[in-house]
Protein backbone atom coordinates (compact mmCIF):
# COMPACT_ATOMS: atom_id res chain seq x y z
CA UNK A 1 0.00 0.00 0.00
CA UNK A 2 1.34 3.60 -0.79
CA UNK A 3 2.54 4.94 2.13
CA UNK A 4 2.67 8.99 2.48
CA UNK A 5 5.07 10.66 4.95
CA UNK A 6 3.30 14.40 4.16
CA UNK A 7 2.49 15.96 6.98
CA UNK A 8 -1.16 17.96 6.79
CA UNK A 9 -0.06 21.89 6.82
CA UNK A 10 -2.26 23.99 8.57
CA UNK A 11 -4.96 24.94 6.36
CA UNK A 12 -7.23 27.30 8.85
CA UNK A 13 -10.31 25.49 7.17
CA UNK A 14 -13.25 23.61 8.59
CA UNK A 15 -12.43 20.57 11.34
CA UNK A 16 -15.47 17.75 11.02
CA UNK A 17 -16.13 15.46 13.91
CA UNK A 18 -17.88 12.68 12.94
CA UNK A 19 -19.22 9.55 15.37
CA UNK A 20 -18.58 5.96 14.69
CA UNK A 21 -21.86 4.61 14.84
CA UNK A 22 -22.71 0.89 14.97
CA UNK A 23 -19.49 -0.29 16.91
CA UNK A 24 -20.50 -3.40 18.54
CA UNK A 25 -20.21 -4.31 22.38
CA UNK A 26 -15.94 -4.72 22.88
CA UNK A 27 -15.08 -7.81 24.72
CA UNK A 28 -11.38 -9.05 25.78
CA UNK A 29 -9.29 -9.51 22.28
CA UNK A 30 -11.02 -7.58 20.37
CA UNK A 31 -9.37 -5.37 17.93
CA UNK A 32 -10.34 -1.57 18.16
CA UNK A 33 -9.20 -1.02 14.82
CA UNK A 34 -11.00 -3.35 13.04
CA UNK A 35 -14.22 -2.68 14.83
CA UNK A 36 -13.51 1.03 13.79
CA UNK A 37 -12.99 0.29 10.36
CA UNK A 38 -15.75 -2.31 9.88
CA UNK A 39 -18.25 0.04 11.84
CA UNK A 40 -17.77 2.77 9.43
CA UNK A 41 -17.36 0.63 6.27
CA UNK A 42 -21.16 -0.24 7.62
CA UNK A 43 -21.84 3.24 7.49
CA UNK A 44 -20.87 3.54 4.04
CA UNK A 45 -17.35 5.47 5.30
CA UNK A 46 -13.56 5.37 5.56
CA UNK A 47 -11.15 6.70 6.75
CA UNK A 48 -8.65 9.19 4.81
CA UNK A 49 -5.56 10.40 4.95
CA UNK A 50 -5.07 13.61 7.51
CA UNK A 51 -7.87 12.14 9.93
CA UNK A 52 -7.64 11.47 13.44
CA UNK A 53 -9.77 8.90 15.70
CA UNK A 54 -10.29 9.21 19.31
CA UNK A 55 -11.67 6.51 21.14
CA UNK A 56 -12.89 6.22 24.64
CA UNK A 57 -10.73 4.58 27.07
CA UNK A 58 -13.57 2.41 28.07
CA UNK A 59 -13.47 0.07 25.10
CA UNK A 60 -9.55 -0.06 25.15
CA UNK A 61 -9.93 -1.21 28.77
CA UNK A 62 -12.40 -3.91 27.89
CA UNK A 63 -10.68 -5.14 25.04
CA UNK A 64 -7.44 -5.63 26.80
CA UNK A 65 -9.49 -7.51 29.34
CA UNK A 66 -9.11 -4.51 32.07
CA UNK A 67 -12.73 -5.14 34.19
CA UNK A 68 -13.13 -6.65 37.57
CA UNK A 69 -16.25 -8.30 38.63
CA UNK A 70 -17.16 -6.40 42.05
CA UNK A 71 -18.33 -9.62 43.55
CA UNK A 72 -14.85 -10.63 43.34
CA UNK A 73 -13.03 -7.88 45.61
CA UNK A 74 -12.53 -7.65 48.93
CA UNK A 75 -11.97 -4.01 50.68
CA UNK A 76 -9.77 -3.30 52.92
CA UNK A 77 -10.06 -1.71 56.29
CA UNK A 78 -8.99 1.99 55.21
CA UNK A 79 -11.25 1.48 52.15
CA UNK A 80 -14.43 0.11 53.85
CA UNK A 81 -13.61 3.10 57.00
CA UNK A 82 -13.90 5.67 53.74
CA UNK A 83 -16.61 4.17 51.80
CA UNK A 84 -18.61 4.20 54.83
CA UNK A 85 -17.64 7.52 55.66
CA UNK A 86 -18.37 9.19 52.59
CA UNK A 87 -21.37 6.30 50.70
CA UNK A 88 -19.49 5.17 48.51
CA UNK A 89 -18.70 1.67 47.13
CA UNK A 90 -16.21 0.24 49.44
CA UNK A 91 -15.42 -2.29 46.40
CA UNK A 92 -14.46 0.67 43.77
CA UNK A 93 -12.29 2.38 46.71
CA UNK A 94 -10.08 -0.54 46.98
CA UNK A 95 -9.75 -0.82 43.05
CA UNK A 96 -9.04 2.96 43.16
CA UNK A 97 -6.59 2.60 45.99
CA UNK A 98 -5.04 -0.63 44.55
CA UNK A 99 -4.48 1.86 40.80
CA UNK A 100 -3.28 4.72 42.76
CA UNK A 101 0.12 5.44 43.07
CA UNK A 102 -0.24 8.45 45.06
CA UNK A 103 -3.32 9.50 47.26
CA UNK A 104 -3.43 13.32 46.11
CA UNK A 105 -7.21 14.27 47.71
CA UNK A 106 -9.70 12.50 50.37
CA UNK A 107 -12.41 14.40 50.67
CA UNK A 108 -15.55 12.48 49.78
CA UNK A 109 -14.05 11.10 46.34
CA UNK A 110 -10.72 9.46 46.27
CA UNK A 111 -8.57 11.83 43.87
CA UNK A 112 -5.63 9.82 42.82
CA UNK A 113 -2.39 9.75 41.00
CA UNK A 114 -2.46 6.70 38.83
CA UNK A 115 0.88 4.77 37.97
CA UNK A 116 0.44 6.52 34.62
CA UNK A 117 1.00 10.26 36.30
CA UNK A 118 -2.38 10.89 35.32
CA UNK A 119 -4.25 12.89 38.23
CA UNK A 120 -8.03 11.89 38.40
CA UNK A 121 -10.97 10.65 40.64
CA UNK A 122 -11.11 6.73 41.42
CA UNK A 123 -8.09 6.43 39.80
CA UNK A 124 -10.31 6.28 36.57
CA UNK A 125 -11.99 3.27 38.09
CA UNK A 126 -15.20 3.37 36.69
CA UNK A 127 -19.10 1.80 36.84
CA UNK A 128 -20.90 3.33 33.68
CA UNK A 129 -21.34 1.95 30.22
CA UNK A 130 -19.97 -1.61 31.38
CA UNK A 131 -22.86 -4.17 32.24
CA UNK A 132 -25.21 -2.21 34.59
CA UNK A 133 -22.94 -1.78 37.58
CA UNK A 134 -21.63 -5.33 38.48
CA UNK A 135 -18.24 -4.95 36.68
CA UNK A 136 -15.52 -2.13 37.10
CA UNK A 137 -13.15 -0.91 34.10
CA UNK A 138 -9.63 0.60 34.86
CA UNK A 139 -7.80 1.87 33.02
CA UNK A 140 -5.23 0.80 30.08
CA UNK A 141 -2.17 0.08 31.54
CA UNK A 142 -0.34 1.58 28.96
CA UNK A 143 -2.97 3.90 27.17
CA UNK A 144 0.09 5.02 25.02
CA UNK A 145 0.84 1.56 24.07
CA UNK A 146 -3.04 0.73 23.51
CA UNK A 147 -2.87 3.75 21.23
CA UNK A 148 -0.07 2.53 19.40
CA UNK A 149 -1.23 -0.75 18.70
CA UNK A 150 -5.04 0.99 17.36
CA UNK A 151 -2.64 2.88 15.25
CA UNK A 152 -0.76 -0.07 13.96
CA UNK A 153 -4.14 -1.73 12.96
CA UNK A 154 -5.71 0.94 11.33
CA UNK A 155 -2.79 1.53 9.21
CA UNK A 156 -3.17 -2.27 8.12
CA UNK A 157 -6.15 -2.00 7.60
CA UNK A 158 -5.99 1.35 5.72
CA UNK A 159 -2.69 1.75 4.74
CA UNK A 160 -3.23 5.15 6.00
CA UNK A 161 -0.93 6.74 9.32
CA UNK A 162 -4.19 7.77 11.09
CA UNK A 163 -3.27 9.00 14.56
CA UNK A 164 -4.67 7.60 17.77
CA UNK A 165 -6.36 9.12 20.88
CA UNK A 166 -7.69 7.62 23.98
CA UNK A 167 -10.12 9.65 26.03
CA UNK A 168 -11.51 9.64 29.48
CA UNK A 169 -13.67 12.13 31.08
CA UNK A 170 -11.79 13.62 34.42
CA UNK A 171 -12.37 16.45 36.72
CA UNK A 172 -10.47 19.25 37.25
CA UNK A 173 -9.76 22.01 40.10
CA UNK A 174 -11.34 25.60 40.13
CA UNK A 175 -14.04 24.39 37.73
CA UNK A 176 -17.25 22.15 37.57
CA UNK A 177 -17.64 19.17 35.03
CA UNK A 178 -15.69 17.16 33.57
CA UNK A 179 -13.54 17.73 30.48
CA UNK A 180 -11.79 14.49 28.13
CA UNK A 181 -8.08 14.41 27.85
CA UNK A 182 -5.94 12.42 26.09
CA UNK A 183 -4.39 9.55 28.20
CA UNK A 184 -3.09 7.69 24.95
CA UNK A 185 -1.72 9.01 22.27
CA UNK A 186 -0.19 7.67 19.12
CA UNK A 187 1.24 9.17 16.01
CA UNK A 188 1.25 13.03 16.18
CA UNK A 189 2.70 15.57 18.41
CA UNK A 190 0.50 16.49 21.67
CA UNK A 191 1.39 19.75 22.31
CA UNK A 192 1.78 22.80 19.55
CA UNK A 193 4.24 24.93 21.21
CA UNK A 194 4.32 28.51 19.68
CA UNK A 195 6.67 29.63 21.78
CA UNK A 196 9.64 31.85 20.27
CA UNK A 197 7.13 32.42 16.86
CA UNK A 198 5.76 35.80 16.58
CA UNK A 199 2.26 36.39 16.28
CA UNK A 200 0.35 38.39 13.27
CA UNK A 201 1.60 41.70 15.17
CA UNK A 202 5.39 40.86 15.26
CA UNK A 203 5.13 39.64 19.03
CA UNK A 204 7.30 36.92 20.42
CA UNK A 205 4.96 34.44 22.28
CA UNK A 206 6.55 33.03 25.07
CA UNK A 207 4.42 30.84 27.24
CA UNK A 208 1.78 29.56 24.26
CA UNK A 209 1.90 25.90 24.35
CA UNK A 210 -1.45 24.55 23.47
CA UNK A 211 -2.87 20.82 24.84
CA UNK A 212 -3.73 19.94 21.15
CA UNK A 213 -4.08 16.47 21.97
CA UNK A 214 -6.75 17.32 25.05
CA UNK A 215 -8.43 19.37 22.80
CA UNK A 216 -9.23 16.92 20.39
CA UNK A 217 -10.54 14.47 23.11
CA UNK A 218 -12.83 17.01 24.28
CA UNK A 219 -14.05 16.63 20.25
CA UNK A 220 -14.99 13.35 21.37
CA UNK A 221 -17.00 14.55 24.38
CA UNK A 222 -19.22 16.28 22.51
CA UNK A 223 -20.01 13.47 19.42
CA UNK A 224 -19.58 11.02 21.75
CA UNK A 225 -21.84 11.65 24.71
CA UNK A 226 -22.30 9.53 27.41
CA UNK A 227 -25.01 7.50 26.57
CA UNK A 228 -25.17 6.77 22.87
CA UNK A 229 -22.87 3.55 22.65
CA UNK A 230 -20.87 6.00 20.64
CA UNK A 231 -17.14 4.90 21.72
CA UNK A 232 -15.17 7.02 19.11
CA UNK A 233 -15.19 9.47 16.53
CA UNK A 234 -12.97 10.59 13.72
CA UNK A 235 -11.53 14.09 13.13
CA UNK A 236 -11.04 15.60 9.70
CA UNK A 237 -9.40 18.25 8.70
CA UNK A 238 -7.43 19.08 12.16
CA UNK A 239 -3.62 19.78 11.12
CA UNK A 240 -2.13 18.04 13.55
CA UNK A 241 1.49 17.52 13.31
CA UNK A 242 3.04 14.32 13.14
CA UNK A 243 5.31 12.72 15.54
CA UNK A 244 6.02 10.44 18.46
CA UNK A 245 3.78 11.86 20.71
CA UNK A 246 2.64 10.47 24.09
CA UNK A 247 0.12 11.06 26.39
CA UNK A 248 3.08 10.77 29.18
CA UNK A 249 4.67 14.00 27.62
CA UNK A 250 1.03 16.23 28.71
CA UNK A 251 1.46 15.18 32.41
CA UNK A 252 3.26 17.71 33.97
CA UNK A 253 6.34 16.89 36.33
CA UNK A 254 5.21 18.50 39.97
CA UNK A 255 8.59 20.38 39.97
CA UNK A 256 7.24 22.01 36.51
CA UNK A 257 3.48 22.50 37.65
CA UNK A 258 3.28 26.25 38.62
CA UNK A 259 -0.32 25.34 39.88
CA UNK A 260 0.23 22.46 42.30
CA UNK B 1 -38.55 38.35 12.43
CA UNK B 2 -39.29 34.69 13.67
CA UNK B 3 -38.71 33.76 16.85
CA UNK B 4 -37.92 29.72 17.14
CA UNK B 5 -37.89 28.18 20.58
CA UNK B 6 -36.93 24.36 19.79
CA UNK B 7 -33.85 23.40 21.92
CA UNK B 8 -32.08 21.39 19.19
CA UNK B 9 -32.06 17.56 20.05
CA UNK B 10 -29.33 14.90 20.08
CA UNK B 11 -29.02 14.16 16.59
CA UNK B 12 -25.42 11.66 17.01
CA UNK B 13 -24.83 13.43 13.87
CA UNK B 14 -21.23 15.41 12.68
CA UNK B 15 -19.83 18.54 14.38
CA UNK B 16 -18.21 20.56 12.08
CA UNK B 17 -16.53 23.59 13.37
CA UNK B 18 -15.61 26.71 10.59
CA UNK B 19 -13.30 29.42 11.56
CA UNK B 20 -14.58 32.90 10.86
CA UNK B 21 -12.15 34.78 8.34
CA UNK B 22 -12.01 37.67 7.44
CA UNK B 23 -12.75 39.60 10.82
CA UNK B 24 -9.94 42.87 10.76
CA UNK B 25 -8.60 44.41 12.95
CA UNK B 26 -10.75 45.17 16.30
CA UNK B 27 -11.29 48.55 18.04
CA UNK B 28 -12.90 50.11 21.12
CA UNK B 29 -16.73 50.24 20.64
CA UNK B 30 -16.48 47.50 17.97
CA UNK B 31 -19.79 45.26 17.48
CA UNK B 32 -18.20 42.25 17.63
CA UNK B 33 -21.85 40.52 16.72
CA UNK B 34 -21.80 42.20 13.55
CA UNK B 35 -17.89 42.01 12.25
CA UNK B 36 -18.85 38.04 12.32
CA UNK B 37 -21.77 38.25 10.20
CA UNK B 38 -20.38 40.77 7.62
CA UNK B 39 -17.09 38.53 7.69
CA UNK B 40 -19.44 35.36 7.17
CA UNK B 41 -20.97 37.58 4.74
CA UNK B 42 -18.08 38.08 2.32
CA UNK B 43 -17.05 34.60 2.67
CA UNK B 44 -20.44 33.85 0.75
CA UNK B 45 -21.23 32.47 4.40
CA UNK B 46 -24.03 32.81 7.41
CA UNK B 47 -25.49 31.33 10.71
CA UNK B 48 -27.84 28.27 10.48
CA UNK B 49 -30.27 27.82 13.24
CA UNK B 50 -28.30 25.55 15.73
CA UNK B 51 -25.26 26.95 15.68
CA UNK B 52 -22.90 28.02 17.98
CA UNK B 53 -20.13 31.14 17.81
CA UNK B 54 -16.99 31.06 20.07
CA UNK B 55 -15.27 34.25 20.33
CA UNK B 56 -11.73 34.47 21.27
CA UNK B 57 -11.61 36.97 24.66
CA UNK B 58 -9.02 39.17 22.94
CA UNK B 59 -11.14 40.63 20.30
CA UNK B 60 -14.32 41.50 23.14
CA UNK B 61 -11.60 42.64 24.96
CA UNK B 62 -10.40 45.04 22.40
CA UNK B 63 -14.18 45.95 21.47
CA UNK B 64 -14.59 46.81 25.42
CA UNK B 65 -11.81 49.17 25.73
CA UNK B 66 -9.96 46.26 28.17
CA UNK B 67 -6.47 47.63 27.00
CA UNK B 68 -3.66 49.18 28.72
CA UNK B 69 -0.88 50.91 27.12
CA UNK B 70 2.47 49.29 29.34
CA UNK B 71 4.33 52.80 28.91
CA UNK B 72 1.60 53.93 31.33
CA UNK B 73 2.15 51.67 34.09
CA UNK B 74 4.41 52.42 37.33
CA UNK B 75 4.38 49.05 39.17
CA UNK B 76 4.51 48.65 42.61
CA UNK B 77 7.87 47.66 44.77
CA UNK B 78 5.85 44.60 45.09
CA UNK B 79 5.36 44.02 41.38
CA UNK B 80 8.69 45.19 40.84
CA UNK B 81 10.40 42.72 43.05
CA UNK B 82 8.98 39.58 42.01
CA UNK B 83 9.56 40.61 38.35
CA UNK B 84 13.09 40.99 38.95
CA UNK B 85 13.20 37.44 40.63
CA UNK B 86 11.63 35.79 37.79
CA UNK B 87 12.45 37.64 34.92
CA UNK B 88 9.39 38.85 33.89
CA UNK B 89 7.78 42.48 33.06
CA UNK B 90 7.09 44.39 35.81
CA UNK B 91 4.03 46.42 34.76
CA UNK B 92 2.42 42.77 33.27
CA UNK B 93 2.76 41.54 37.17
CA UNK B 94 1.65 44.95 38.34
CA UNK B 95 -1.57 44.54 36.29
CA UNK B 96 -1.96 40.99 36.91
CA UNK B 97 -1.75 41.89 40.80
CA UNK B 98 -4.48 44.65 40.11
CA UNK B 99 -7.11 42.35 38.38
CA UNK B 100 -6.48 40.03 41.23
CA UNK B 101 -8.56 38.76 43.90
CA UNK B 102 -6.25 36.62 45.16
CA UNK B 103 -2.79 35.34 44.76
CA UNK B 104 -3.66 31.43 44.59
CA UNK B 105 0.43 30.71 43.46
CA UNK B 106 3.97 32.65 43.08
CA UNK B 107 6.23 30.51 41.50
CA UNK B 108 7.65 31.99 38.45
CA UNK B 109 4.62 33.42 37.06
CA UNK B 110 1.97 34.52 39.28
CA UNK B 111 -1.37 32.72 39.33
CA UNK B 112 -3.90 34.56 40.39
CA UNK B 113 -8.08 33.98 41.26
CA UNK B 114 -9.70 37.20 39.04
CA UNK B 115 -12.76 39.25 40.16
CA UNK B 116 -14.67 36.69 37.65
CA UNK B 117 -13.24 33.86 39.89
CA UNK B 118 -10.93 32.58 37.06
CA UNK B 119 -7.57 30.84 37.95
CA UNK B 120 -5.15 31.43 35.87
CA UNK B 121 -1.81 32.55 35.00
CA UNK B 122 -1.53 36.63 35.20
CA UNK B 123 -5.37 37.24 35.65
CA UNK B 124 -5.17 36.54 31.97
CA UNK B 125 -2.75 39.64 30.97
CA UNK B 126 -1.63 39.20 28.02
CA UNK B 127 0.46 40.93 25.27
CA UNK B 128 0.23 38.59 22.41
CA UNK B 129 -2.08 39.38 19.30
CA UNK B 130 -2.39 43.14 20.16
CA UNK B 131 0.37 45.22 18.89
CA UNK B 132 3.77 43.75 19.48
CA UNK B 133 3.85 44.08 23.08
CA UNK B 134 3.44 47.92 23.44
CA UNK B 135 -0.44 47.14 25.17
CA UNK B 136 -1.41 44.24 27.30
CA UNK B 137 -5.30 43.31 26.91
CA UNK B 138 -7.23 42.36 29.99
CA UNK B 139 -10.27 40.25 30.62
CA UNK B 140 -13.67 41.64 30.05
CA UNK B 141 -15.07 43.15 33.19
CA UNK B 142 -17.84 40.74 33.07
CA UNK B 143 -17.65 38.19 30.02
CA UNK B 144 -20.99 36.76 30.38
CA UNK B 145 -22.53 40.13 29.80
CA UNK B 146 -20.17 40.49 26.74
CA UNK B 147 -21.88 37.05 25.41
CA UNK B 148 -25.17 38.21 26.03
CA UNK B 149 -24.23 41.24 24.23
CA UNK B 150 -22.88 39.31 21.02
CA UNK B 151 -25.60 36.71 21.34
CA UNK B 152 -27.92 40.13 20.60
CA UNK B 153 -26.22 41.28 18.27
CA UNK B 154 -26.47 38.06 16.31
CA UNK B 155 -30.46 37.59 16.95
CA UNK B 156 -30.59 41.48 15.62
CA UNK B 157 -28.58 40.70 12.53
CA UNK B 158 -29.91 36.97 11.85
CA UNK B 159 -32.99 36.49 13.87
CA UNK B 160 -31.62 33.42 15.06
CA UNK B 161 -30.58 32.26 18.56
CA UNK B 162 -27.05 31.99 18.60
CA UNK B 163 -25.25 30.91 21.98
CA UNK B 164 -22.36 32.44 22.14
CA UNK B 165 -19.19 31.61 23.68
CA UNK B 166 -15.65 33.80 25.06
CA UNK B 167 -12.91 31.50 25.01
CA UNK B 168 -9.05 31.84 26.97
CA UNK B 169 -6.61 29.48 27.04
CA UNK B 170 -5.46 28.57 30.16
CA UNK B 171 -2.54 26.42 32.10
CA UNK B 172 -4.04 23.96 34.77
CA UNK B 173 -2.52 21.98 37.31
CA UNK B 174 -0.89 18.40 36.66
CA UNK B 175 -1.04 18.56 32.97
CA UNK B 176 1.40 20.73 30.43
CA UNK B 177 0.27 23.17 28.20
CA UNK B 178 -2.80 25.23 27.75
CA UNK B 179 -5.94 24.41 27.18
CA UNK B 180 -9.39 26.85 26.15
CA UNK B 181 -12.18 27.14 28.83
CA UNK B 182 -15.51 29.18 28.62
CA UNK B 183 -15.18 32.17 30.25
CA UNK B 184 -18.57 33.72 29.12
CA UNK B 185 -21.12 32.26 28.05
CA UNK B 186 -24.92 33.02 26.93
CA UNK B 187 -28.12 31.55 25.08
CA UNK B 188 -27.04 27.79 26.03
CA UNK B 189 -26.49 25.24 29.25
CA UNK B 190 -22.96 25.18 30.60
CA UNK B 191 -23.00 21.92 31.62
CA UNK B 192 -24.62 18.48 30.84
CA UNK B 193 -25.47 17.02 33.53
CA UNK B 194 -25.80 12.92 33.30
CA UNK B 195 -26.49 12.32 36.97
CA UNK B 196 -29.52 9.88 37.29
CA UNK B 197 -29.69 9.18 34.03
CA UNK B 198 -28.77 5.62 32.94
CA UNK B 199 -26.94 4.56 30.41
CA UNK B 200 -27.63 2.40 27.36
CA UNK B 201 -26.31 -1.04 30.34
CA UNK B 202 -29.33 0.32 33.09
CA UNK B 203 -26.62 1.70 35.29
CA UNK B 204 -27.76 5.02 36.69
CA UNK B 205 -24.58 7.48 36.31
CA UNK B 206 -23.66 9.93 39.33
CA UNK B 207 -20.74 11.47 38.61
CA UNK B 208 -20.91 12.31 35.09
CA UNK B 209 -21.57 16.12 34.59
CA UNK B 210 -19.76 17.84 31.53
CA UNK B 211 -18.76 20.86 31.39
CA UNK B 212 -19.83 21.41 27.45
CA UNK B 213 -19.12 25.01 27.17
CA UNK B 214 -15.20 24.16 27.81
CA UNK B 215 -15.04 21.31 25.15
CA UNK B 216 -16.72 23.90 23.08
CA UNK B 217 -14.24 25.92 23.64
CA UNK B 218 -11.58 24.06 22.78
CA UNK B 219 -13.04 23.56 19.68
CA UNK B 220 -12.62 27.04 18.78
CA UNK B 221 -8.51 26.35 20.05
CA UNK B 222 -8.08 23.64 17.04
CA UNK B 223 -9.73 26.21 14.74
CA UNK B 224 -8.65 29.35 15.45
CA UNK B 225 -5.06 28.83 16.79
CA UNK B 226 -2.55 31.39 18.32
CA UNK B 227 -1.10 32.96 14.91
CA UNK B 228 -3.44 33.07 12.06
CA UNK B 229 -6.18 36.37 12.88
CA UNK B 230 -8.63 33.96 13.25
CA UNK B 231 -10.69 35.28 16.33
CA UNK B 232 -13.67 33.25 16.14
CA UNK B 233 -15.37 30.08 15.01
CA UNK B 234 -19.07 28.28 14.22
CA UNK B 235 -19.58 25.38 15.60
CA UNK B 236 -22.50 23.51 13.98
CA UNK B 237 -24.52 20.39 14.30
CA UNK B 238 -23.84 20.28 18.22
CA UNK B 239 -27.30 19.57 20.13
CA UNK B 240 -26.76 22.27 22.69
CA UNK B 241 -29.31 22.63 25.46
CA UNK B 242 -31.29 26.39 25.62
CA UNK B 243 -31.11 27.68 28.74
CA UNK B 244 -29.25 30.93 30.65
CA UNK B 245 -26.43 29.13 31.23
CA UNK B 246 -23.14 31.53 32.55
CA UNK B 247 -19.58 31.18 32.51
CA UNK B 248 -20.25 31.75 36.38
CA UNK B 249 -21.69 28.23 36.72
CA UNK B 250 -18.42 26.62 35.91
CA UNK B 251 -16.59 27.84 38.13
CA UNK B 252 -16.40 25.89 40.95
CA UNK B 253 -17.05 26.93 44.90
CA UNK B 254 -13.97 26.01 46.79
CA UNK B 255 -16.10 24.38 49.39
CA UNK B 256 -17.51 21.87 46.86
CA UNK B 257 -13.62 21.49 45.30
CA UNK B 258 -12.67 17.65 45.79
CA UNK B 259 -9.67 18.69 43.63
CA UNK B 260 -8.62 21.77 45.95
Redesign the interface.
Known amino acids: MKRRTRTPT?N????????V?GIRDVFEGDSIGDLIVDALALGGLRLHEGDIVVVKHKIVSKAEGRTVALDGVKPSAGAKGFAHKNGVDARVVELAMREAKNI??K???L?TETQHG??C?NSGVD???????QTAVLLPVDPDRSAARIHRQLKKRTGLHIPVIIAD?F???????????AIGVAGMK???D?RG?????????H??????A???A??A???C??????PACIIRG?PYRRGNGSAK????PAE?????
Not at 171 to 181: D, S, T
Open positions: PFGEIRALPLVRKRVILVALSNVDGGSGRPWREGLCEVVIHYQRDPYGYRMATEEAVDELCVGLVGKDSRIYQIVRKDLFR
